[in-house]
């Protein structure tokens, strides 16, 4: 089991930046990818990177590429994502997920395939 904790959510203004922790707990060795995901209200979540374990391999969705990056430090066990040149619709509730399974191109930013979760952190945008 592994236990995710997300932080450093907040309200920015357009243009400005924020970046998010994810502190995981319990078998992180077993962690194969772990990836951000976003929701707003009505609205299926939706990838926005991910990160496979041990290695320097990452995925963006095209929404956020050059402007978030994520990242992973192994010794503390936490997952970060760097949003920079942060826009409205980038406002939503920011979850961090993990899972042990090794995930082909087209699983890297699927929910479904993702089985730790954290409550979550919110991020406003606002101009």
């Known amino acids: 089991q592994v236990q995710l904790v997300e932080s450093g959510g907040g309200s920015v203004q357009v243009g400005g930046s924020l970046t998010l922790s994810c502190a995981a707990s319990?078998?992180?060795?077993?962690?194969?990818?772990l990836g951000w995901f976003r929701q707003t209200p009505g609205k299926e979540r939706e990838g926005v990177a991910a990160?496979?374990?041990?290695?320097?391999?990452?995925r963006y969705a095209d929404s956020v590429k050059g402007r978030f990056t994520i990242s992973l430090d192994n010794v503390k066990n936490t997952l970060y994502l760097q949003m920079d040149s942060l826009q409205p619709e980038d406002t939503a509730m920011y979850y961090c997920?993990?899972?042990?399974?090794?995930?082909?191109?087209?699983?890297?930013?699927?929910?479904?395939?993702?089985?730790?979760w954290g409550p979550g952190t919110q991020v406003t945008v606002s101009s």
């Open positions: 997920a993990a899972t042990s399974s090794g995930l082909t191109y087209s699983q890297h930013l699927k929910a479904d395939w993702y089985g730790s």
């Open positions: 990160i496979k374990n041990y290695t320097p391999i990452t």
């Open positions: 319990g078998a992180t060795a077993s962690m194969a990818w």
